[in-house]
């Protein structure tokens, strides 16, 4: 049986240890996150940074969820024990003009990024710095399923926000194309078709599924895991919105989970 809750005190594991998760998803009171950031997490990049945000009110309303959010925390990559700005900006850009569209190199990328972090002592940190803007979600419960409604507020224009919907990396490790089951995709590759992240231990399968895109935000949606010794573990969906003005509201989509006949 799958619940689900939320709370500002669980910092999850591994490299993204210290943020905030999105909406914490349990089977049997197991959670199913590992490094996962849950469902309807946010970054926003700007400037060559990312930010991430911090909970600051959760509301509970029957079934119902109502979270306010600020993005307030800003990656910094720390190289042989220094945080360097201009080190984190040579790899947000790497990653967002090499490692994201090479959707074929990604796991052997990925592989030698894991053994430079460890040669270099390569670590994440989360910064807290000024609100760069806020996201207020609303995550209605149903039965295996989630409705998320979500609405950001930003500083500035021309911004990309990510909505992350992860679990665990090595619970779900393979995929579903066509009731087909496939190799689970590496890294993030573009949602060319309906597909689904399957967990073969718990012979149960998500998927996201957009129901509303305001008109002033162009959506790109991807499909995700990455498994690299204890930093990185986790699968996924992930939305790419790029808005033309610094607000939207009402960004809606759905997470379906449905039980596989093993």
């Keep these: 049986m799958l619940t689900f809750d939320i709370s500002n005190h669980y910092k999850g594991i591994g490299v993204s240890h210290g943020l905030d998760r999105g909406l914490l998803v349990y089977s049997d009171d197991n959670l199913l996150l590992e490094e996962g950031m849950g469902l309807g997490a946010c970054a926003l990049q700007t400037d060559g940074y990312t930010y991430f945000t911090s909970i600051k009110s959760i509301k509970k309303v029957k079934d119902s969820f109502e979270v306010e959010c600020t993005i307030d925390k800003k990656l910094v990559w720390q190289v042989l024990g220094i945080k360097s ?5 040579i790899l947000e850009d790497m990653t967002t003009n090499i490692y994201m569209k090479q959707e074929k190199r990604q796991k052997k990328i990925l592989r030698q990024g894991d053994l430079l972090r460890k040669l ?51 619970i779900f490790d393979k995929g579903i194309i066509n009731d087909e089951l496939t190799a689970s995709p590496t890294g993030w590759q ?58 939207f509201i009402n960004y809606r989509y759905s997470i379906k989970f449905r039980e596989v006949a093993k």
């Design 85 to 89: 700005n201009f080190f984190t900006k």
């Design 120 to 170: 270099f002592n390569v670590k994440a940190c989360f910064v807290n710095v000024s609100s760069h803007g806020k996201v207020m979600i609303t995550y209605k419960v149903g039965d295996n399923e989630i409705l998320v409604d979500l609405s950001c507020e930003t500083e500035k224009t021309g911004n990309k926000l990510f909505v992350m919907n992860e679990l665990g990396g090595s």
């Design 190 to 247: 573009k949602i060319e078709r309906p597909c689904e992240l399957y967990s073969p231990s718990l012979a149960l399968a998500f998927t996201l599924i957009e129901t509303h895109v305001p008109k002033n935000v162009q959506s790109t949606l991807y499909w995700g895991r990455e498994f690299a010794s204890n930093n990185y573990c986790w699968a996924g969906f992930e939305s790419e919105i790029l808005c033309d003005s610094s607000k």
